[in-house]
């Protein structure tokens, strides 16, 4: 019998000591203050979020504020931790009973938020849901491996891979994970059973297990959860409700965190960093992310679908200048898709160097010796906003004329998932910290459009090396088949790696327990208030 704690923890261990170092120049996750202020519990934590939820339905959305609000709502068997480590959520225990075959016991006497009552068949039915074909989830690509999931009895369940997967209990650990209550998934299966979206009813009327419980959500202003009273987790809401404002304008997030109005600003860019430092009722959190930024090719349109039009685009990218011109130095230049922060990174990969002449070279060669028009589509954040000024400007030099097509982001998503676009700036969190995550959603066949491939690239190759590589329990044959998916990718160039940023976020001085997950989502179900 494998248990989670010496076979899968080994890995992440090994892996941690070179996070320590890379990562040593990380401020706390924990903010604190000048001040010796005693700990109240209680309160209201106010919260600035730069748009709405994609979904209050985790299985429903794969983005930052969903994730963000929906880690709040509900519980998964696992979570992972500050220090990214796999605790014990939902489950008392999760061990690899067969090396294709986990087995988790469940906590007795956990209700759902509508009163239901949490057991192993519930945990059977969210799970069977996420990988429902009929209900055509985002996140269905983190459970593609698992062939069935079987109630042992009332409080056990096992999970059956088609092969042996070491990192599942990472991908336990993502929201996607999340145990949803029965009735909620019951009402999802009438209404796609009426036409309607299987994700409107969790979205409506949200009930999990978390700590907090949804009480109101108004679109294009706020979402607002109450502190669950009957929390069975080992602690319960240190404050009485979270409340997400949504407000576009970072500047506008900056005067609200400086008057108070609200806590934490979830999203800072660079340049504002200098005017939060200077404030001492603030603290700024900087976490070296495993966010990938990117510039996507859609390779099922011309002239996009010629390879030396793509590589001549990646070559003619000055990656080190976006990192000081946009990010301020806040970030490191991005030669493969994961970071370093990621279980199978290997810098031992070929890469496209930045090389204008070379670049023009390639272009000529594809008969684009005169440039060409295109339309560059992003959403209205901020630094992306910048960025596609920046690039705009360093792919002129190549004679390319950049338009700019700006969506909110919802419609951006749909537009990038659905491949109406040219060419698209885009960024990927690796949530699970394993490079299954940030590899096989974005450049498998099998996850064109939404679920995370919108370059729309199919490659047999590649296919087959990304299977190789998450069927594989050796971690230094893993690393191996990675360095060869990324050498196959820099042959493609079906996105141009533009840069890994570092997470920027806010709080006031008195706020604790707010981290942020190196992907990107905040972590806010412990936060307390100093006051």
Request: proline share 5%; hydrophobic share 40%.
């Amino acid at each position: 019998m494998k248990h989670l704690s010496t076979k899968y923890l080994a890995i992440i261990l090994l892996f941690a000591i070179s996070l320590i170092a890379a990562c040593s120049n990380d401020s706390s996750s924990e903010p604190t203050s000048d001040k010796t202020i005693e700990q109240t519990t209680g309160g209201d934590v106010h919260i600035g979020i730069a748009s709405d939820p994609v979904s209050l339905d985790p299985h429903g959305a794969n983005e930052a504020v969903s994730n963000t609000i929906n880690a709040s709502i509900y519980d998964a068997l696992v979570y992972l931790d500050s220090n990214s480590e796999i605790q014990l959520g939902l489950a008392e225990s999760l061990e690899q009973i067969e090396d294709t075959v986990w087995e988790a016991k469940i906590r007795e006497g956990v209700l759902f938020h509508d009163g239901t009552q949490l057991n192993a068949e519930a945990v059977k039915l969210s799970l069977d849901r996420v990988r429902d074909p009929e209900v055509a989830s985002p996140v269905a690509f983190l459970f593609g491996m698992v062939t069935e999931v079987r109630v042992v009895d009332d409080y056990t369940l096992q999970i059956e891979t088609e092969f042996p997967f070491a990192p599942l209990p990472s991908h336990l650990a993502h929201t996607a994970g999340s145990i949803i209550s029965p009735t909620v998934i019951e009402q999802s299966y009438e209404d796609l059973a009426n036409g309607g979206s299987p994700f409107a009813a969790a979205n409506e009327n949200p009930s999990g297990t978390g700590p907090f419980k949804f009480e109101t959500q108004e679109p294009g202003n706020s979402v607002t959860l109450s502190k669950n009273e009957d929390f069975l987790g080992e602690e319960k809401a240190k404050v009485d409700s979270l409340t997400f404002k949504v407000i576009p304008e970072s500047a506008t997030r900056i005067a609200e965190l400086e008057t108070g109005s609200i806590d934490i600003n979830t999203t800072v860019f660079p340049n504002d960093i200098t005017r939060l430092e200077s404030n001492s009722e603030i603290a700024v959190q900087t976490v070296n992310s495993a966010r990938l930024a990117y510039l996507g090719f859609n390779t099922e349109v011309a002239p996009f679908d010629d390879v030396n039009v793509r590589k001549a685009i990646h070559m003619a990218i000055n990656k080190e200048a976006l990192v000081v011109g946009i990010l301020d130095g806040f970030g490191i230049p991005a030669n493969g898709a994961i970071s370093p922060r990621v279980n199978g990174y290997s810098d031992n990969i070929d890469s496209i160097p930045y090389n204008l002449e070379e670049a023009k070279l390639l272009l000529a060669e594809a008969g684009y010796a005169d440039g060409f028009d295109v339309t560059l589509l992003t959403d209205d954040n901020r630094e992306r906003q910048d960025l596609a000024v920046v690039l705009q400007d360093q792919l002129s030099e190549l004679g390319i004329n950049v338009s700019i097509d700006t969506y909110e982001y919802g419609t951006y998503l749909e537009r990038a998932g659905l491949g109406q676009s040219e060419i698209f700036l885009g960024s990927w969190g690796t949530v699970t910290l394993d490079a299954d995550y940030g590899l096989y959603p974005v450049f498998h066949s099998d996850n064109v459009g939404a679920p995370g491939n919108r370059s729309r690239i199919v490659n047999a190759e590649l296919d087959e090396l990304l299977e190789a590589a998450r069927q594989e329990s050796d971690h230094n044959a893993r690393v191996t088949l990675y360095e060869q998916v990324h050498n196959k990718l820099a042959e493609e160039s079906p996105y141009a790696y533009l840069y890994f940023p570092d997470n920027l976020s806010s709080v006031r001085s008195d706020v604790e327990g707010f981290w942020q997950y190196p992907s990107g989502y905040f972590y806010v179900r412990d936060v307390s208030l100093n006051r």
